[in-house]
């Protein structure tokens, strides 16, 4: 039975962008694909604020996030981390041999300035990588405050994960100077999982033309060297089915929604989360960085998370356990993409409803 999917990703996706993804397949090499890739990546500049180029990758938003530490990285990388996706990153980082460091906050403590001023100062690294929106602890990190003192340092490139933010949340590339920003079509998009997307800077492609071993699918520069030279196309068969379901629902966003009031709704879905979490339960991420998209909640009343999965499924309806360690002694709640607020307070009665019996 499909479930009304409070996750974080995949999200539910609206049937006519369903039906977008049907839409009959043309050639990847035709002047319509470059039409079609040139849109996307001009729409994408909007809601990325940023004049930056776009990338578009067939793979998810750990592939431009391997594919963008390896490519940029010529000296050494340091990793801030305040849960399970940035460790990812700097898994990502070593597996492929690129040097790194690993900075890591408690959970649910985020990213400060100061910490990443004191490791910038030490001229070890070229690059520097901090998750915009850590969807295992329900974090936001203070982006405009860690842009204020990497203003210093013009040089290192900042490489940001805004899989779970991009799209509900105001992310200004290019006033914060963001050199790589990511994500994922699977979560404030609203659209299935498959694809990603991410912003590269001019500095950041000349920084990487300098690093010899990029890899070669998920290579930016050799990404970003095709479609200049061939009108946006990419030099493998990307997933056309996601760039017309991406297409509709871009225009959807700014030309329908709004960027400005689909921030709102993000914001006020997250303050109705919140507001339930304080009732009942208490909220995990430090107060004040509280994520927009996503609730972590702190499991107090120690139910069984799986249960009370189980109960509300039966009815149509998901939330997710914690992630990680985090299992049990927290869940989440997703409020994203293309989630009303009527549909919101439907899922909190009927978590009222099936946690009074447990
Ligand atoms: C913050 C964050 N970063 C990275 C990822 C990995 O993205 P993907 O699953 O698209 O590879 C996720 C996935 O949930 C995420 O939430």
Not at 99 to 124: C, F, I, M, W
Not at 173 to 195: A, E, F, H, Y
Request: aromatic fraction near 8%.
């Amino acid at each position: 039975m499909a479930k009304s999917l409070f996750i974080p990703g995949p999200v539910d996706v609206r049937p006519d962008i369903l039906q977008a993804m049907g839409t009959p397949m043309i050639g990847h090499r035709s002047k319509d694909a470059s039409a079609l890739q040139r849109r996307i990546s001009e729409n994408l500049q909007r809601v990325f604020m940023t004049q930056n180029p776009i990338l578009l990758s067939t793979s998810s938003g750990t592939g431009l996030m391997e594919g963008s530490i390896r490519s940029c990285t010529a000296k050494r990388a340091v990793v801030f981390s305040v849960g399970a996706f940035g460790d990812r990153w700097f898994q990502l980082a070593k597996s492929n041999n690129v040097p790194a460091d690993h900075v890591r906050s408690e959970n649910g403590q985020p990213t400060l300035a100061e910490t990443v001023d004191q490791y910038l100062a030490t001229g070890k690294y070229d690059v520097f990588t901090v998750t915009h929106n850590e969807t295992s602890t329900g974090l936001m990190n203070p982006v405009a405050e860690i842009a204020a003192v990497r203003r210093k340092y013009p040089d290192i490139l900042w490489l940001v994960d805004a899989v779970s933010s991009m799209g509900g949340a105001k992310i200004d590339v290019d006033g914060l100077g963001i050199d790589v920003c990511i994500t994922s079509t699977q979560k404030c998009l609203g659209l299935p999982p498959g694809m990603s997307v991410c912003s590269v800077s001019h500095k950041a492609l000349e920084h990487a033309r300098q690093v010899p071993f990029r890899g070669s699918y998920l290579d930016i520069v050799e990404l970003y060297d095709y479609l200049v030279k061939k009108d946006f196309q990419y030099p493998s068969t990307p997933s056309l089915s996601h760039m017309y379901a991406l297409d509709k629902q871009l225009d959807y966003i700014l030309n329908i929604e709004g960027l400005e009031n689909r921030y709102a709704r993000h914001l006020e879905l997250a303050e109705i989360t919140r507001a339930w979490a304080d009732e009942h339960f208490e909220r995990f991420a430090a107060r004040g960085y509280e994520s927009v998209t996503l609730t972590t909640i702190k499991n107090t009343k120690g139910i069984s998370i799986a249960d009370l999965n189980k109960k509300i499924g039966a009815l149509g309806y998901q939330i997710s356990n914690g992630y990680g360690d985090l299992k049990e002694k927290t869940f989440r709640i997703a409020h994203m993409a293309d989630r009303t607020v009527a549909e919101l307070r439907a899922l909190l009665k009927v978590l009222d409803e099936q946690i009074a019996t447990m």
